[in-house]
């Protein structure tokens, strides 16, 4: 197994210190819900990157859109500016 963060995840021969099969078992099966929480985390981690990266884009293209919304509004409005001379 791995080392993980402030956590020693042991080999199942090392579970010698765990002589009472009942303690053994407690401590196997905390080891795989930290484990499993680990991945979760790690999965949400990933998620959340994913939706700031598309919150990021999807502002970027209102800002885009925006100015080039306003832009042509303000060239419509000279060429009937424009029109309205001739």
Known sequence: ?????G???M????YAGYEDPRTR????????????LQKDAE????????????K???LAEVRFLSRRYKYLMG?????SRQKQEW
């Open 1 to 5: 197994m791995k080392k993980m963060k």
């Open 7 to 9: 956590v020693l995840a």
């Open 11 to 14: 080999e199942p021969s090392s």
């Open 25 to 36: 078992f407690k401590h196997q099966s905390l080891m795989q819900d930290y484990e499993e």
């Open 43 to 54: 999965a949400m981690k990933k998620k959340l990157q994913m939706m700031k990266q598309k």
């Open 56 to 58: 990021s884009t999807l």
């Open 75 to 79: 060239n419509q409005s000279m060429n």
